[in-house]
């Protein structure tokens, strides 16, 4: 049974940039209907019940095609959503070897947030935007939907949720700037451990 983890900080710590109710309601009812969703799934193939999120979403070809669709969207869903919530911290500072990584990828910070923002803005409908490691390169990729980049065979280092679920409550139509908050609540030390897990 895949189940909801915990958020580890409260619901209100990112104010002003994402608001209390947008988050309890995120995590607690957008996220766990993806749990749910991939729980009854999973009914059906038992075998399939002890793997993680992300095996199963890692090669989508091997999950039978009766359930196919469900695990990519509602696995994919629970991979994201676990995946982002400790990606949130509100004014942190980027240092490290994410820093110097992307400085060197992206000529400047400015640069890869310039280029982020343009990517993230232009997700037409729902979907992610991330930071991923390519063969052991930096890249921004967009996906669709609850697609993850670990179906594709890269890892994704940094992620933004461009559903409108995650902004609208507060930004309304504003979707460009909840991507511009988005920088004040950038875990960058968790982004760090992601960027170092990745390069091992
Ligand atoms: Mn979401």
Not at 90 to 100: A, L, P
Request: charged share 25%; net charge positive.
């Amino acid at each position: 049974m895949h189940t909801l983890p915990n958020l580890g900080y409260e619901y209100n710590s990112l104010e002003p940039y994402i608001d209390e109710q947008t988050m309890r309601i995120h995590h607690t009812k957008h996220h766990q209907t993806y749990i749910d969703k991939l729980n009854a799934a999973l009914e059906k193939h038992p075998e399939l019940q002890k793997k993680s999120a992300e095996e199963l979403i890692k090669d989508l070809n091997k999950i039978p095609e009766d359930i196919r669709t469900q695990v990519r969207n509602h696995g994919g869903g629970h991979v994201n959503h676990s995946f982002f919530w400790p990606l949130l911290k509100k004014e942190v500072k980027i240092s490290g070897e994410i820093s110097k990584a992307i400085n060197k990828e992206f000529g400047s910070f400015d640069d890869f947030r310039k280029k982020f923002s343009e990517i993230s803005n232009s997700v037409f409908g729902s979907g992610w935007c991330w930071l991923i490691l390519n063969k052991n390169k930096l890249e921004i990729i967009k996906t669709s939907n609850q697609d993850n980049p670990i179906s594709e065979g890269k890892i994704p280092i940094l992620g933004i949720d461009l559903w409108e679920h995650g902004f609208y409550l507060l930004y309304k139509n504003k979707r460009v700037d909840y991507v511009e908050a988005f920088y004040n609540v950038i875990n960058w030390n968790q982004v760090e451990n992601n960027y170092k897990r990745a390069m091992k």
